[in-house]
């Protein structure tokens, strides 16, 4: 069974840093393409990002280019997105998925909040 796990939400000031995480588990992490996406008030749900099964970043939102980074942990089973100069508009829930074996899994997502 596939299971995704997002931590490291919170809520911070405009400006400030976040590092989320999502812990996999249930398939073979380390060869698949991961998903960010997030649920914003004012958006809906939008991809923030591709990271490939090699550790690269593709499909960035233009919104986030240069200020969030993604990455893996292929030993540890470990997806992360490193947000910088975070804005208001970043507000809203940020989820994991995977496409595997003709499902698309989601994590239950983490909450970001970014206001002063």
């Known amino acids: 069974q596939v299971q995704l796990v997002e931590s490291g939400g919170g809520l911070v000031q405009p400006g400030e840093s976040l590092r989320l995480s999502c812990a996999a588990s249930?398939?073979?992490?380390?060869?698949?393409?991961m998903n960010w996406f997030r649920q914003t008030p004012g958006k809906g749900r939008e991809k923030v990002a591709r990271?490939?099964?090699?550790?690269?970043?593709?499909d960035v939102l233009d919104s986030v280019k240069g200020r969030f980074t993604g990455s893996r942990d292929n030993v540890k089973n470990m997806l992360f997105l490193q947000m910088n100069t975070l804005k208001p508009e970043d507000t809203g829930v940020y989820y994991c998925?995977?496409?595997?074996?003709?499902?698309?899994?989601w994590g239950p997502g983490t909450q970001v909040t970014v206001s002063s």
């Open positions: 990271i490939t099964a090699e550790g690269d970043m593709r």
């Open positions: 998925n995977v496409a595997y074996k003709l499902k698309t899994w």
């Open positions: 249930g398939f073979p992490f380390s060869t698949y393409a």
